[in-house]
């Protein structure tokens, strides 16, 4: 079992939607949540990261923690193309400080 | 959060030679780290870099292949060693500071042994 899975997709929403992408995780002491973006050719940029169960809003963006299933989601609203990119989940596991990465998972947000 | 230059941004290099990649920081940093990301995969951490100490390397990783140096808590160095076509990919520096902060990324190196 994968540490952090993600569904790789392709995902595809129409632009104005709300695009959810999720990841689940297998080290159940693992303390830290990331989202990052990456845009083809460019390096991860941090969207959010989550520490405690429940939601966590940024503008159009919501991380919702769920440590007693093992999962972590990423909700974006009001969807635009410029959204389009990969989206990688990261986790701290118990006792270390370093970012374990899901395979992440490609959106495309259609006009 | 953490600004990080990392330098240079791509480079084609000869087999069997050695290329070093310079990463620095805007401000002090607990953590630094090396990736690896290959065309169309996700990231693979290859080592954590220490200030002061030894690298500490992840599972298929060895110092001879990959040495890091890390003098201070702004500045680390990977240097790819004896290259070969294997080698071609996106190296990138991470950093940040600790738990609780999230961790940033350098703009990346992209490597072609030829």
């Known amino acids: 079992q994968k540490e952090v899975e993600q569904n790789s997709g392709p995902l595809s929403v129409p632009e104005g939607a709300i695009a959810s992408l999720n990841c689940t995780y297998s080290d159940r002491g693992s303390q830290s949540f990331f989202w990052y973006r990456q845009y083809s050719g460019k390096s991860p940029e941090l969207i959010m990261f989550i520490y405690s169960n429940g939601d966590k809003e940024d503008g159009r963006f919501t991380a919702q923690l769920n440590k007693a299933s093992q999962y972590v989601s990423l909700l974006i609203r009001d969807s635009q193309p410029s959204d389009s990119a990969t989206y990688l989940c990261a986790v701290i596991p118990q006792g270390a400080q370093k970012l374990v990465f899901g395979q992440g998972t490609r959106l495309t947000i259609n006009p | 959060s953490a600004v990080i230059s990392q330098k240079p941004s791509r480079d084609i290099c000869q087999r069997g030679t050695s290329l070093t990649i310079q990463c620095q920081v805007d401000?002090?940093?607990?953590?630094m780290f090396w990736y690896r990301q290959q065309p169309g995969q996700s990231l693979t951490l290859i080592a954590t870099a220490n200030q002061g100490s030894e690298a500490t390397y992840e599972s298929g990783f060895v110092i001879d292949k990959f040495p890091i140096s890390r003098p201070n808590l702004t500045f680390s160095t990977l240097t790819v060693s004896n290259m070969s076509p294997e080698d071609s990919s996106i190296y990138l520096c991470?950093?940040?500071?600790?738990?609780?902060?999230?961790?940033?990324f350098g703009s990346g190196t992209r490597l072609t042994v030829v």
């Open positions: 991470s950093a940040g500071a600790g738990l609780g902060y999230g961790y940033t």
């Open positions: 401000s002090q940093v607990t953590m």
